[in-house]
């Protein structure tokens, strides 16, 4: 029984929120803010992955949320939608509902090819080397969407709104945040398979030490291919899904302070963790909408509540540990047989 | 491209390479001596053309209480430098003491430095912002800008003027570096951090004087800039600095010399690049270039691999 209760909790959440959603109980603007928190969850657990996990320093998560978010955009556009750009729709607009997964899978598919732009220099190159390449990496999407006029180029792409509607003709559902929640659900439990897999534990003996684990027969290579292709496209998915909250992208969005956002994320949250990268992120997304009012000072004051953590607790809310490792009696609700490492 | 356009681009190369190479050093300073990537350095570099902008105001007479006599441009020149130099190499040093000594006395991991240094570069953009504003301010003019023709490229004094302080910037921070005794505390302490402070050398001291260094070279270039591209505003040096930054990585992080070829050669690319095609297209094949460079020699120009014992 124990086991499927974590399962079983996030399910009820699941249905809760839809059924809110649906009967109008809380409204668009508290909707929107839900979603921001999934897709900023799916964001800072899949650059723990890189940053806390493996103990690299990706600073370019935002560029394979860019490439995620134009694939999905412009297939879904292009498949179920009448746009100025790409014509009638391919497919037929009700077919929307069954096939947006599969686009969305595409666009992480997408970034996580992109991924391997970082992923091979990564088996020669460490540390603040490889920082500047997943940099690099980010500059290099951002600039290459900007240079393709036929998806907007710095103008930005539109019409994703579309699809969302033609998904809520077949099926009268808030379509948007059934796929966040969805897809946070999918990310958390990959995360927490991986890493707790035998297989996985590979990548944390490659942060802890990777000469050692070289010759304990992990193939480091392949390890750091899986950590980075996994890690973007689930980056590119949350993209996909960004997208189609917003309806409108343009390649200003997925620049170094997006990175930085979820940068700040996972440290706030803890490295090596994936509980506190969750809290993290909804904490921070709730704590950015809250100081939404003070403006520009808000970028002020919300370093500055950052800095005075880092001073007081450097090491994040949960510092590679879980929350279960916090409140052990959490252990008795949740698959023990799990974490006996 | 015709010879006399080359030599054109090759002088503003330089020139956009200066910029570059001057805050690039601050970040390769740094870097050498705590292995620390200061994050916030573009927007020192920022913060200190605007100190330089307030004092070039205040000495030409625009604020309530004026200088009882009126100054020469030139001169007024030379004091905004200097002081620009001082106070924001005072500005890095109190970054360095309120937000990464205390991380570093409770040895707490060198990312958590970094992400420090990232939300301080925040806070500076965006209370810069708040503070003074989003309009734009120009910097006055100073210098007198001639412009001569030599061989039909036009040579203006102030791009010399850069050039030219770059180049006696980095003799200078080479000798100190290399032969004086603080600069042989830095590069001990790059290489040995535990030993350091068992020889008796305040390893603290050197900290501060390499931020004070650092920081004055980031205000060199922010007045250098502003008197070159009279425009300030907040988010000026975000851009740049990352830019600096992939200049200082691509000569080899913790390089003196590194950091000057990298903002050169990062300089030329962009001009060159933007010289033949599309304007738009120079971050893209700039960073690519960067991205292929960096895949075959994972440790910049000058960069030496540190060797790992078993």
């Known amino acids: 029984m124990r086991r499927f209760t974590s399962v079983s909790l996030y399910g009820l959440l699941c249905v809760l929120l839809i059924a809110a959603a649906q009967g109008q109980w809380i409204d668009a603007y508290v909707q929107i803010i839900i979603m921001f928190i999934g897709i900023n969850i799916i964001l800072s657990t899949s650059l723990n992955l890189i940053n806390g996990y493996m103990g690299e320093f990706s600073v370019g998560h935002a560029g394979f949320m860019a490439v995620g978010a134009y694939i999905t955009s412009v297939l879904n556009v292009w498949f179920f939608t009448s746009s100025k750009v790409f014509g009638p729709p391919l497919l037929t607009p009700s077919s929307a509902v069954y096939l947006f997964p599969v ?95 035998t297989y996985g534990k590979g990548i944390i003996a490659v942060r802890d030490d990777e000469i050692a684990a070289e010759i304990m027969s992990v193939d480091t290579q392949r390890m750091k291919l899986v950590a980075f292709m996994l890690s973007s496209g689930l980056a590119g998915i949350a993209g996909g899904l960004f997208a189609h909250v917003l309806g409108y992208i343009n390649p200003g969005t997925f620049t170094i302070m997006k990175s930085t956002e979820v940068l700040v994320m996972v440290y706030l949250g803890g490295m090596g963790s994936l509980s506190g990268s969750v809290l993290s992120a909804i904490a921070l997304t709730l704590v950015l909408e809250l100081f939404r009012p003070l403006q520009v000072a808000k970028w002020v004051v919300v370093p500055l509540l950052l800095i005075l ?31 006996q490492s | 491209m015709d010879l006399q356009s080359f030599f054109q681009n090759l002088l503003n190369a330089l020139q956009w390479g200066s910029f570059y190479a001057l805050i690039a050093l601050g970040y390769t300073l740094v870097y050498g001596v705590l292995l620390l990537i200061n994050f916030a350095h573009g927007d020192i570099f ?20 004026a200088l009882p006599m009126a100054l020469p441009n030139t001169a007024i020149f030379a004091i905004t430098l200097v002081l620009t130099m001082m106070i924001t190499a005072g500005f890095g040093v109190t970054l360095e003491r309120v937000a990464y000594r205390p991380l570093r006395r409770k040895g707490a991991s060198r990312l958590y430095v970094v992400i420090t240094a990232l939300m301080c570069g925040l806070i500076l953009e965006n209370g810069n912002l708040a503070l003074l ?178």
Not at chain 1, 322 to 335: A, C, G
Not at chain 2, 263 to 292: H, K, M, N
Not at chain 2, 297 to 304: A, D, L, M, R, Y
């Open chain 1, 103 to 197: 686009t969305l899978l595409l666009g992480g598919v997408g970034a996580a090819l992109v991924g391997l732009l970082v992923a091979v220099p990564s088996f020669r190159t460490r540390g603040d080397y490889l920082a500047i390449i997943t940099l690099a990496v980010n500059y290099i999407v951002k600039s290459s969407i900007e240079n393709i006029q036929a998806i907007g180029g710095a103008r930005g792409f539109m019409g994703m709104q579309n699809t969302v509607n033609s998904m809520k003709e077949s099926w009268n559902l808030p379509w948007a945040l059934v796929w966040v929640l969805v897809m946070v659900g999918a990310t958390i439990w990959t995360i927490y398979r991986f890493v707790n897999s």
């Open chain 1, 309 to 339: 953590l880092m001073l007081f607790r450097p090491e994040g809310f949960l510092g590679h540990r879980e929350l279960s490792d916090v409140f052990p009696r959490l252990r008795r609700w949740f698959s023990p047989q799990e974490r």
């Open chain 2, 46 to 65: 920022m913060v200190g053309a605007y100190i330089s902008f307030f004092i070039a105001t205040f000495f030409l007479g625009q604020y309530a209480f």
């Open chain 2, 133 to 310: 504003g989003a309009n734009r301010r120009s910097f006055p003019e100073l210098l007198n800008n001639t412009v001569h023709v030599i061989g039909g490229v036009s040579v203006s004094s102030v791009k010399i003027l850069v050039i030219i302080t770059t180049i006696v910037v980095f003799l200078l921070l080479e000798t100190i570096v290399r032969k004086t005794k603080l600069g042989m505390a830095m590069r001990a302490i790059s290489y040995d951090r535990m030993a350091v402070p068992l020889m008796g050398i305040p390893v603290d001291t050197v900290i501060v004087f390499t931020f004070a260094l650092g920081s004055s070279m980031a205000a060199l270039a922010g007045v250098l800039f502003a008197t070159a591209y009279p425009v300030l505003e907040p988010y000026m040096g975000a851009l740049v600095g990352w830019k600096a930054f992939i200049a200082a990585v691509l000569g080899g992080i913790g390089e003196i010399r590194g950091a000057f070829v990298g903002g050169f050669l990062l300089g030329f690319v962009e001009i060159f690049v933007a010289a033949f095609f599309p304007s738009t297209l120079r971050d893209l094949i700039a960073f690519s270039i960067l991205l292929i460079f960096l895949s075959v020699k994972p440790t910049g120009i000058f960069g030496v691999a540190r060797t790992t014992k078993i």
